[in-house]
Every structure is written in C-alpha cells, then in structure tokens.
C-alpha cells in the first residue's frame, strides 16, 4: 500500500505542531500550486456572482456567456461583466471535527486529512484581498474563525484543527459551564454547522465542507440526511464543495477473527466475528449503499464532490478532481447535458 503524504506520516509524525505545519504547507505549494494555478479558481472554476462591474472583452480568454450586452451596444465594443470572485474571493470552511472524524487505519486519520484538505483550500486561494473564515464541528460546541486574510491567519485556523479536541481528551471546563439542565452540553450536528455557516457567510463566495458525512444519516436509503435541506440552502447562494473524508475499513471489513466495533458518536459497543464470508459482504453493501446515499445527497443539494480517503495519496485526488472541473467547465454546453 502506497504512503500518501499527510500530517501523519511516520517521519513527521513525532514533530511538533509548527514543524509539522511547515512540512504541510511545503506538500501543499510544492505538489499542488504550480498544477491549479490560476486566477482564484483553484479547487472550482467558474465565475462568482456579485456584479462588480464591465471591462472590454478578451478574446480566447473571457467566456461568451458572460457578455454585457447592455454595456456592449452602448459602447459598440465587446464588453463582459466582472464579478467580485474575479478581483477577492471569500471562502467559509465548515470543518467537522467530531468523534467519527477521530477514526483512522492508514497514513493518517480522517481528522489529520480534514486538516491536510483545509490546507489545500487554503494555501491555494491565498492571494491579495482574498480572506478565509471557518466554523469548527467539535465535541465541545462550534468554534468560530472570523474570515481573515494571510498566512499567518491560515497557520492558526491549522494549528487549531490540530489541537481540536478528541474523545480521550478531558472536557473543556468552558463547555460545561454552557451544558444545559441536565448537565449535558448539546454537541452541534452538521446541520448547525451548516446554518452557521449560511448566517455569516452573507456575500457570494466558496463555500468548503469537510466531513465524513456520517452524521444522522436516515436508516431509509431514500430518505435525504438532515444536512441536507441545509446544504442545499447554502449552494443557492454560494459555489459549495463538498469534501467527503473516508477510511478504507468504513467500506469493506477485513478478516481479522473477532473484534469489537464501537461508535464513536454514541459509545455503543458491538462484537463482530469477521471470519464470516456472508457478513463481510453484508457489511460492503451496507457501506456502499451508505456512501451512494451520501453522493445522491450532496448533487442534489447542488454541491461539487470530492472524495479523500485516508490510504491514498490525497494530492494526487485533488488534482485529478481540478482538472476533471476544468475539464467539465470548459466542455461545450450540450456535452455537459450529456453527460448529465
């Protein structure tokens, strides 16, 4: 099995959070910048939506659909709107942090490439203007990151998902003070998150969600997750890309004798016999059909799909997931109705 690399691969592993930020960010510039180069369209092509006025039209460069025609037959010269995403992007991450997002069998867990994939989104959407904020899913409530531009800014939203939180870890005392009258603080679900989210991400931009997608899924395949209606309020307004974190052990069981499965949402507790040939397979249907309930969900909440997992080489992913939305944007019109 290939090493992808992230921040917990064995040479890194034991360094400290700076020294293991710096090597993240080094993968990040060196692997992926000089492939999605382009013009605040890193990780989704296609225009913003805030008007921002007109300027003359460039031939082979500027898309037809975006003409001005009012400004075109004033000026008799070819004219094509701008858009705020042309000049300043403003990207929200929604990142879960919570206790299913702490599992992990490979390289790395979910959680440690949750971070890898915030670094990406965040090292390539830097430039002049361009701010980041984010809302941070953890067992202790949701944590709120003004949008801010800099690097500095993205160093401490990283650094902060590295110390999130985690199951083993002894409850925050600010938490409990917040717990409701029977001394239980409500964990936020993905649901709040992303009604968060859509409350202070009020001017167009990228909207970014980083999570397992595991959170309340319904028992009926048919039936869409809670998150949903909320996702799909979000993309009216905002370009939404979906970033699903998987482990290869949540899609297939290996046979291994007896073990104990635990949820680490709930703490339930359940022995399994895996030398059973039937129940493996059961356990690759349940997860299959699973990950194709989440899939349907995100596309009709309108949300472009990524999928990392944590076994493979998650730069690698991210750029043939660039380059197939370039490709899709850039395909005429009608072919993309096909391809529907």
Known sequence: MSRGPGVADPQIADLAPDQRLRRLELTVTRRLDGLLHGRYRGLLPGPGSEAAGSREYRPGEDEVRRMDWAVTARTTVPHVREVD?????????????????????STLD???LAVAAVACVGFLTAGVGNRLGAQVLTRDGLRRFPARSGRIHLLGLLRALLGAPRTDDPPDPRAAARADGRGVAPEPGLADGLAGLQRVATRRGLAVVVSDFLD???DDPDEPPPWAAALRR?????????????DPRELELPDVGLVTLVDPESGRHREVWTGDPALRERYA????????????ALHR???????????????????????EQRRLATAPAVARGGAA
């Open 301 to 323: 909440a309108g949300a472009t799909h990524l999928t990392l997992r944590t076994d493979r080489d998650w730069c690698a992913d991210v750029v043939r997931h660039v380059h």
């Open 234 to 246: 979000l993309a009216v307004r905002h370009q939404v890309l979906a970033v699903e974190v998987t």
């Open 216 to 218: 309340e899924l319904p």
């Open 85 to 105: 995403a042309d000049r300043e992007l403003t990207t929200w991450l929604l990142v879960d942090a919570s206790a299913s997002m702490e599992y992990g069998t």
């Open 110 to 112: 979910k959680r440690e």
């Open 285 to 296: 249907r349940a997860a299959a059909a699973q990950r194709e309930q989440v899939r349907r």
